[in-house]
């Protein structure tokens, strides 16, 4: 049993900055790839960046080159660093982490960012 908590979301403009961790708790060392997606408002989720246990990383193209996974594995936490931030990038930001030989994942509440102009 996994449980997540995201946090480090905000109010920030255009061209700024924020982090956001995904804190888990329980069985840690059975969490493999954790997964970064979005809800912006009135659309579907989708999927912004994966990253392994071994750091490999995987980008949606809309967040390229801004946007950096990174992961601390003995400490449970898996960061996302929010860079040259866009209105566009206003959603609420979800962590998945998906559990090894398991068919099933564990989702976080959500913290919402919002960018004005």
């Known amino acids: 049993q996994v449980q997540l908590v995201e946090s480090g979301g905000g109010l920030v403009q255009a061209g700024g900055s924020l982090r956001l961790s995904c804190a888990a708790s329980?069985?840690?060392?059975?969490?493999?790839?954790v997964g970064w997606y979005r809800q912006p408002p009135g659309k579907e989720r989708e999927l912004v960046a994966l990253?392994?246990?071994?750091?490999?990383?995987l980008y949606d193209d809309s967040v390229k080159g801004r946007f950096t996974a990174s992961r601390d594995n003995a400490a449970g936490t898996v960061y996302l660093q929010m860079n040259k931030l866009k209105p566009e990038d206003t959603a609420v930001y979800y962590c998945n982490a998906r559990i090894r030989d398991a068919k099933f994942g564990y989702w976080g509440q959500g913290t919402q960012v919002t960018v004005s102009s």
């Open positions: 329980g069985d840690i060392g059975s969490i493999a790839t």
């Open positions: 990253i392994s246990r071994a750091s490999r990383t």
